[in-house]
């Protein structure tokens, strides 16, 4: 579903039209729909894998991918075009190696992504070449960066899944009810009353629902896909 489809469901579910305040508020209707889809997309949940390019630089040694807080796999891109991994490391383990490693030239081969973070790593040893869109990460991301949602306009699509799409439209609805009956217009105090027990319920049931699908998805797609060295690494 689109953004603006997902915002007409919510509408639909609260029985509210144009001319009611919530239904064009940005403070609530998208404000809500951003909240509830950065929570199925975060931790926890775990619901939207994806990837991410990056230029490599020389000379550069520390890297982030911004929209990642659990990164699964890392690439870099050679002089003809292969796509090479990475293994991850962290820079305590390769302090027990060498204490020297920082110190060691740059290299067109990287081997290592030395984790200081959930996203930021560096590259051991440092490239000494520039390459444009030279880096790619896979992993669990989240759709809102610095407060910013990452889908903004009616028109995209939501970037999760399809099988968690109800889940957070049942979501938001709650969010904008519980919202509504906080105000002072009588009519939407009732109206959110009256259907905000078949929400939660509803919600409950769906939001289950992705969860298995999120747990699914890890073990048939996820997982069998991971490097060993990416399936066992902790940081």
């Known amino acids: 579903m689109t953004r603006g489809a997902m915002k007409v469901r919510v509408a639909q579910l609260l029985g509210l039209t144009l001319g009611d305040g919530a239904y064009g508020d940005p403070f609530t209707m998208d404000s809500a729909l951003n909240r509830v889809t950065d929570e199925f997309a975060g931790p926890g949940m775990d619901c939207y894998w994806t990837s991410e390019t990056g ?22 891109l050679d002089a003809t075009s292969m796509w090479r991994p990475l293994l991850p490391t962290t820079p305590q383990k390769l302090d ?63 970037p999760l899944p399809s ?13 904008v009810a519980s919202s509504m009956l906080a105000g002072d217009a009588s009519v939407e105090v009732e109206r959110s009353s009256r259907v905000m027990p078949v929400l939660e319920g509803r919600y409950r049931r769906l939001r289950g ?19 060993p060295s990416w399936s066992v690494f902790q940081w």
């Not at 230029?55 to 870099?76: F, R, S, V």
């Not at 699914?216 to 069998?224: C, G, K």
Request: charged share 20%.
């Open 209 to 227: 629902q992705a969860e298995s699908a999120a747990s699914t998805f890890y073990q048939d797609v996820v997982r069998s896909g991971l490097d």
């Open 55 to 76: 230029d490599i630089n020389a000379g550069q040694a520390e890297y982030c991918a911004p929209t990642m807080y659990k990164l699964k796999g890392a690439y870099w």
């Open 163 to 175: 099988w968690c799409h109800e889940a957070i439209v049942y979501g938001t609805a709650i969010e």
């Open 96 to 158: 027990r190696v060498s204490t020297r490693w920082r110190n060691d030239p740059e290299t067109d081969q990287p081997v290592y992504a030395a984790f200081e973070g959930a996203n930021r790593f560096v590259l051991y040893p440092t490239p000494n070449f520039d390459r444009l869109a030279a880096l790619k990460f896979e992993g669990y991301a989240q759709t809102n960066v610095s407060g910013i949602s990452t889908w903004g306009l009616d028109t995209v699509e939501c």
